[in-house]
């Protein structure tokens, strides 16, 4: 499952630019990735990359559907690699300024291998037109119970 994750991950980068200047769109395509922290016993975190598919219902309001796999895993205190692969759902509230400031809640199926979670997640961020989409640096609590956060940069292309 993992290779066909990356598989994805890797057409979405290879995607021209050509397709990615048109934001008056409401459909998008993004790609993600960032560091999975797992809180107090874990020494080195997870390294997550994904895709988001997007659909803009207004130019302050949409929806988001997240999913990401752990590219390199991350440890724990007694030396036992761990991952954690998430699907998401948010709506998503954006600004209409030249950098938009963003805030999502929504709900996450999280799998660690060891545990399997769906919880409440909330997350804040900050965007900009770069790299030929929409570029976004976010903070995400994926989950209370399991101490998940991701700490995620995405560009995000309208077709």
């Known amino acids: ?13 290879c995607c021209p630019a050509a397709y990615a200047g048109n934001n008056d769109t409401p459909w998008y395509l993004g790609i993600v990735g960032g560091g999975v922290d797992a809180g107090a016993g874990v020494t080195d975190n997870a390294i997550n990359g994904g895709l988001d598919v997007g659909y803009k219902f207004t ?24 991952d954690v692969d998430t699907l998401s759902l ?7 300024t030249k ?37 976004e640096i976010e903070y995400t609590v994926l989950s209370d119970d399991l101490d998940l956060e ?5 560009v995000k292309f309208f077709f």
């Open 150 to 154: 991701f700490l995620s940069f995405g």
């Open 99 to 135: 950098v938009m400031f963003k805030g999502k809640v929504g709900i996450s199926s999280i799998d660690t291998g060891s545990a399997d979670d769906t919880e409440l997640s909330i997350g804040i961020g900050v965007g900009f037109w770069a790299l030929g989409g929409l570029t």
């Open 1 to 13: 499952m993992k290779k066909i994750h990356l598989i994805l991950l890797t057409a979405v980068l």
């Open 59 to 82: 130019q302050y309001l949409s929806t988001e559907l997240q999913l990401t796999t752990t590219l390199i895993d991350g440890e724990t205190q007694g030396g036992v690699d761990w």
């Open 90 to 96: 948010f709506a998503a509230l954006r600004s209409d």
